[in-house]
């Protein structure tokens, strides 16, 4: 079972009033010091998320480009003590840029930042954007993914990663920068949980197969290699005849999560309803780290509902944990939390889930997000801590709840 210990709830003046539908809350951790951000706010509490105050992203840092927009990551380096806070502006006829922002206590008014622009990883890219981040740490570096736009077609060009030092960025010093990209894969999405190597992967549909790529730290190459998994479907998601699952509309099915434990490599994406599964739900897959071959695939399904959005993590004692979004069939959208339960040996992996809040009504926009966060609770060995958020009250930006739930197996 999963037991859901607590749940701390952001009012609208905990984040400003400035809450968007398409929320995509992200959450970061230091004891009893948690930061949330969200588009297009951020709320940070010194108490475990009995109070928190206000920080407004688009006045907390100076304006820069064409100012800031939309997409936040937060994070907390606990082996440097280093809070990191990305930033993503909007975006111009000759780009946009993204600003990683650094803190020893998370205060405001102790930010260190820096701003990058396409152009600044590769003279070529004049006339991109970069959009859907994604960012974690391995031993030595800040690993940040981005996929690369056409700023006048806004089609999709290459997917990059850049390599930062956490070093560096702990001594709030000149900061030099290492790129890789791809334009044949999209979407890169971290490993939470990994060392000294930073994995990511994406998806192939001509298999169908998982991506998984590897950067050493200290090395320059990063590898590639491809495991044939299960097919899958892309959509549709929403059905027209159940008004319930009208917030399933934006989705798709990108990498939304990975995971690092136990010499295990665990990857999940939202699929569409098949003849197996009567809603959508969320494909997983688990490959062996040292031999990449295929382990299983204990999808995260009910026959009654829809299951997305995961965001997966391991915690301090190396167990998986999952929050997603359930509804549809009858269901207004309604968060979910569990771990991967691996106790009997004989039989696949069982996703070991509890319901936490339901929304009381259908966004109006007829979309719900991109991504939630989940992190391993910094206090408690089992625990987890997550962010996401619900609807009440309405459909609209003003009845956003924004919440961090703590949960254990």
Not at 182 to 209: H, K, N, V, W
Not at 295 to 323: F, H, K
Request: charged content about 20%; glycine content about 8%; hydrophobic content about 35%.
């Amino acid at each position: 079972m999963t037991t859901i210990v607590d749940t701390k709830r952001l009012s609208q003046t905990d984040i400003g009033g400035q809450a968007g539908t398409i929320l995509e809350p992200a959450l970061a951790c230091s004891g009893k010091r948690i930061i949330v951000t969200g588009n297009w706010f951020c709320s940070r509490s010194t108490d475990g998320g009995d109070n928190w105050a206000f920080v407004d992203p688009y006045t907390e840092l100076p304006p820069a480009g064409a100012g800031f927009c939309c997409d936040q990551l937060i994070h907390y380096c606990s082996s440097r003590r280093l809070w990191i806070w990305l930033l993503q502006f909007s975006k111009t006829t000759s780009g946009n840029l993204i600003r990683v922002a650094v803190s020893s206590s998370g205060k405001p008014g102790t930010w260190t930042w820096w701003d990058t622009t396409p152009t600044d990883i590769d003279d070529q890219w004049a006339g991109t954007w970069l959009d859907y981040p994604d960012l974690a740490e391995s031993e030595h570096h800040l690993l940040l993914s981005f996929n690369v736009f056409s700023t006048t077609t806004d089609r999709w060009q290459r997917a990059v990663v850049l390599r930062l030092s956490l070093d560096q960025l702990k001594s709030c010093k000149e900061l030099s920068r290492e790129a890789w990209s791809t334009d044949e894969f999209g979407s890169l999405r971290f490993c939470r949980g990994m060392g000294s190597t930073a994995i990511f992967a994406s998806l192939s549909y001509l298999q169908p197969s998982l991506e998984v790529f590897r950067w050493p730290d200290g090395e320059d190459d990063v590898s590639r290699v491809s495991v044939t998994v299960r097919q899958w479907g892309d959509g549709p998601y929403a059905k027209s005849d159940d008004a319930t699952s009208q917030w399933m509309n934006r989705m798709d099915d990108r990498v939304l999560g990975a995971w690092e434990a136990g010499g295990i490599l665990g990857f999940v994406w939202a699929a569409s309803a098949d003849s197996q599964h009567p809603f959508p739900f969320v494909r997983v897959v688990r490959i062996q780290k040292s031999t990449n071959e295929l382990i299983d695939e204990p999808d995260l399904w009910n026959s009654d509902r829809a299951w997305a959005y995961p965001s997966v993590c391991p915690n301090q004692r190396g167990d998986v944990g999952i929050v997603a979004v359930c509804g549809a069939g009858g269901r207004h959208p309604t968060l979910g939390v569990g771990w991967l339960d691996e106790t009997d040996s004989s039989a696949l992996p069982n996703w070991q889930m509890a319901l936490g809040d339901a929304s009381s009504h259908q966004p109006r926009a007829r979309a719900w997000g991109d991504y939630l966060d989940i992190q391993p609770d910094p206090r408690r060995k089992t625990y987890w801590m997550a962010s996401a958020f619900t609807l009440q009250g309405g459909g609209g930006r003003a009845n956003i709840v924004p919440q961090v739930l703590t949960f254990k197996p």
